[in-house]
């Protein structure tokens, strides 16, 4: 972990994360990975990622996120014994219908194409093409479960607002980075220092709720 966590963190959730020992992070998506354990750098987690256990991607069948992170977190922490966190995120566009949402990863694919950031990006373009509504949000929900078969997962979510943009801008960050453009911060989720993008994405407003729930699991 090499970047600094999103701030100091309170001591209530390092003692309630510390108490959950090693956590598995059920992703094998370096970007969310990255931002993460870099989020988490303070908070006491000690993380490990799926892959360097050997943990296979699980299934995502599912239509919404909250189910489809459940579903890898109970599949990490059922392969593992170990505590799961899991991430679930997507690019939900307006003028698409919410589209790719829960599809994010796999949009290109869906139509033919294949698994990657680049063809993802070059289709949300090309949906995009004369549409001059450009509203658009990043979703995020995590999900941790102290077991596989834990009925009390902690669940929490974040929204980031932006807008899509044709040509790319910046070389940070992963996925549809490049085309989204958060007015506020006049810059692309791409052109953002990790810090910063870590301090306002839909990822870190989810960490942030996740965190202050494990701190009321010490109360
Ligand atoms: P999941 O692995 O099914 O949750 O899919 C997540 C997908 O949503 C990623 O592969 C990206 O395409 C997109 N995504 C989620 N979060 C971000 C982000 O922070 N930046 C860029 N793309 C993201």
Redo the contacts with the bound molecule.
């Keep these: 972990m090499t970047e600094p966590a999103i701030g100091p963190t309170p001591i209530a959730p390092v003692v309630a994360a510390r108490s959950l020992g090693r956590v598995v992070v059920a992703?094998n998506?370096a970007?969310?990975l990255r931002?993460l354990a870099a989020m988490l750098g303070d908070a006491g987690l000690a993380l490990v990622a799926q892959g360097e256990l050997g943990v296979p991607e699980a299934e995502?069948p599912h239509p919404t996120?909250i189910e489809?992170?459940l579903t890898k977190a109970r599949h990490a922490a059922k392969l593992t014994g170990l505590p799961a966190l899991a991430?679930?995120?997507?690019?939900c566009v307006h003028a698409l219908g919410g589209a790719?949402g829960?599809h994010?990863?796999r949009?290109a694919l869906d139509a033919g194409g294949e698994k990657s950031?680049a063809a993802?990006n070059a289709r949300l373009v090309a949906e995009l093409q004369g549409e001059r509504d450009r509203r658009a949000y990043?979703y995020?929900v995590l999900v941790l479960v102290r077991h596989a078969n834990d009925p009390e997962p902690l669940v929490a979510e974040g929204r980031w607002h932006g807008e899509i943009i044709d040509a790319p801008r910046g070389s940070n960050?992963?996925?549809?980075?490049p085309h989204?453009l958060v007015p506020a911060l006049a810059a692309t989720?791409a052109e953002l220092d990790p810090l910063v993008?870590n301090a306002h994405?839909?990822?870190a407003l989810a960490l942030r709720a996740l965190v202050a729930r494990l701190a009321g699991e010490t109360q």
């Excluded at 991430?87 to 690019?91: A, K, T, Y």
């Design positions: 992703s998506n970007g969310k931002e995502e996120f489809n992170a991430d679930d995120s997507g690019l790719p829960v994010s990863a949009f950031d993802n990043y995020c960050g992963f996925g549809y980075d989204f989720a993008k994405s839909h990822r």
